[in-house]
């Protein structure tokens, strides 16, 4: 009904009256010019071709034809909003970087949210891992704190990641989400038990974006003013409380308001109702990392919060939306490699891959130059290096300055009491083969002692019903798996795809897939 729409539906009922008495803008070409017709495209005549000369046409058609960059090949769909972080609690102790340096203390950040495997396009109420990324407009540059919205993933080794994406996406024949990709590649490498456990939970459909936690996941190292270093984890606990959607009012949303989760996120700040999360640190020192019993860096594990408790840090509040959802958040950028002194990656195999990884993308998404469009920029450091030219560089190119290092010119020079900490390593090179490293004992714990016995039965259901669509011998396998972390586990999912799978009358028949002889058959080659 026009009397009760929301602020996002009445955003440009609001942009106009912001503008009050001002009159409309000339209308102009990108260069500035002002334009005199722009309904009638220049012809010969009422009913004679085009003019190439007709730039106010060509100016907008080449411009349009431009407009979309590309999709981000994860975390396509997602919104954005800014705000601050506040220190509440002193962990100077810890670390030495000056976003911590004292209680009271705010720094401008900019948060995206998203969903995982989907298009731009796709529904926010599907089952998927949330990203929840912050950028931190830091005095010694930005800091980029890119999570989830869960504090385990699904693999450990960054090789793997691109063939776990893949099947995350979209068979490449038929172009359909594919279940046999899926659940193929979960039931091969069964580190993903515990992340597949969390996310077919309740807390696989988080109720949008301000209801759901965040975490780091990976294993960081935070460096102190004398130069000790400890491992750490962060942790931001939402101020809203935790709320999912129901699978059937998930289902519902995807296709009576697909864009529920940006809706909500929008509306809520629209009004004034700020969303925040509390900021938490885990602690872990070096010699409490030798003695760990398992991988401390490993992203597939949590470190047991009894042992490692939580330790307040601050608060984070997000207090304004984007002006303009191009410029502010398709154009944000995120980099784990981004960190300013103090704050460290650990040997974390998923974290080493993404500080690559991560950067490299934006590269190709956005262009050598993504770090001046202005989100992305540092704009409350002082960029001063020897990178110069490129495409799309808007900045002065650090005018005259010297573009190589030594110099005698004053230069910018290099500050030694910023160098990384000092770590010893050794061992053999060799491709370490993680697979095997216990797997079950922490997916257990979350089925036996997380959850109760409505959630258990959800988690089994939920499991079951994306299950039951691939083949038999990959359903085996997967079960097989469950039943490893816990017999019951197992049983209620076999019990379940038993049902479906007598319902559908599916046969243990395996279907293969075979290359063809040739990629056009006589008989397609005939009808061409």
């Known amino acids: 009904m026009a009397d009760s729409r929301d602020d996002a539906s009445d955003q440009l009922k609001q942009w106009r009256s912001q503008r009050g008495s001002q009159k409309p803008d000339v209308l102009t070409t990108g260069a500035g010019n ?37 999709e981000r090949v994860v975390h396509a769909k997602g919104a954005g909003a800014f705000g601050y972080f506040e220190v509440t609690h002193d ?39 949330r990203g929840f990324a912050m950028k931190f407009y830091t005095e010694e540059g930005n800091w980029d704190l890119v999570g989830n919205n869960t504090p385990i993933f699904f693999i450990r ?80 606990k939402t101020d809203q409380g935790i709320k999912n959607l129901a699978v059937e009012e998930a289902g519902k949303l995807a296709s009576t308001d697909p864009d529920y989760a940006i809706r ?40 047991p919060h009894g042992d490692y408790p939580l330790i307040p840090v601050g608060k984070f509040v997000l207090n304004r939306n984007p002006v303009n959802y191009f410029a502010e958040v ?30 490299d993308t934006h590269r ?68 370490f083969n993680s697979a095997n490293e216990d797997n079950v004992t922490q997916v257990r714990e979350f089925y036996t002692k997380v959850l109760n016995e409505e959630e258990r039965q959800r988690l089994c259901r939920n499991i079951a019903d994306s299950l039951k669509d691939a083949q038999l011998f990959i359903q085996k396998r997967a079960v097989k798996n469950f039943t490893d972390v816990h017999p019951d586990y197992g049983a209620r999912v076999q019990a379940l795809l038993d049902k479906y799978n007598a319902e559908s009358g599916k046969k243990d028949v395996i279907r293969t897939y075979s290359q063809a002889a040739s990629r056009v058959s006589a008989k397609e080659r005939s009808n061409l």
């Open 34 to 70: 002002p334009i005199g017709d722009k309904l009638n495209i220049l012809t010969v005549g009422p009913r004679g071709p085009l003019l190439v000369e007709d730039v106010v046409f060509t100016d907008e058609m080449a411009h349009f034809d431009r407009e979309r960059i590309p």
């Open 91 to 129: 962990i100077t102790q810890y670390c030495r970087a000056r976003v911590f340096e004292s209680i009271g203390k705010r720094t401008p950040i900019a948060i995206r949210f998203s969903t995982v495997a989907g298009e731009s396009g796709s529904a926010d109420t599907v089952r998927d891992p």
């Open 157 to 236: 080794d960054a090789i793997l990641f691109p063939s776990f994406i893949h099947t995350q996406k979209r068979n490449p024949q038929t172009h359909l989400k594919d279940p046999d990709m899926v659940w193929d590649f979960w039931s091969l490498r069964p580190e993903s038990l515990h992340q597949v456990s969390f996310l077919f939970s309740d807390r696989g459909i988080p109720d949008g974006f301000r209801h759901m936690n965040g975490y780091g996941s990976h294993t960081f190292k935070l460096v102190n003013a004398n130069g000790r270093a400890v491992y750490c984890k962060f942790h931001m």
């Open 264 to 303: 909500d996120l929008y509306n809520a700040i629209a009004k004034g109702d700020y969303p925040s999360w509390s900021f938490y640190i885990q602690v872990m020192t070096f010699e409490e990392a030798e003695k760990f019993p398992f991988n401390p860096f490993d992203v597939t594990k949590v470190w």
């Open 330 to 359: 398709e154009q944000m950028a995120y980099d784990p490699s981004n960190m300013p002194p103090g704050i460290e990656p650990s040997p974390d195999k998923m974290l080493q891959g993404r500080l690559f990884a991560y950067p």
């Open 364 to 431: 190709h998404r956005l262009g050598p130059n993504y770090l001046q469009i202005p989100v992305n920029c540092p704009y409350r450091a002082r960029v001063a290096n020897y990178q110069r030219d490129g495409p799309m560089c808007v900045s002065d190119n650090q005018g005259g300055a010297p573009n190589y290092y030594p110099n005698s010119f004053t230069g910018p020079e290099d500050q030694p009491m910023v160098k990384e900490s000092c770590t010893a390593v050794s061992g053999d090179v060799q491709r």
